[in-house]
């Protein structure tokens, strides 16, 4: 169901913050400092990817990128801890 005055999903509906909430909060294991701390991770990232996009002309993919490499990273070392606690 589709609310709103043009009743159809616009391109650029979502700015993404979905993503990245769910990101901080996977990444915090349910403890609020890590929340905090995630939240401004990402956040800041964001604000900075705007930024580096108009003063150097890099992209915000970039931070797109270097996000899915911490949750890459953080997911490994968690399965790595898992399985060393195993043995």
């Known amino acids: 169901m589709l609310l709103g005055e043009q009743y159809t999903l616009k391109d650029g509906f979502s700015s993404g ?7 901080a909060g996977l990444l915090s294991r349910g403890s609020i400092p890590g ?7 990402f956040g800041f990232m964001r604000s900075g990817g705007i ?5 150097a002309a890099v992209p915000t993919a970039l931070v797109a990128v270097i996000q899915g490499l911490i949750v890459i990273t953080l997911a490994g070392a968690a399965l790595f801890i898992e399985k060393w606690e195993g043995q």
């Open 51 to 55: 930024n580096m996009e108009m003063v």
């Open 17 to 23: 913050y979905g993503f990245d909430g769910l990101v």
């Open 35 to 41: 929340v905090i701390a995630a939240s401004l991770l």
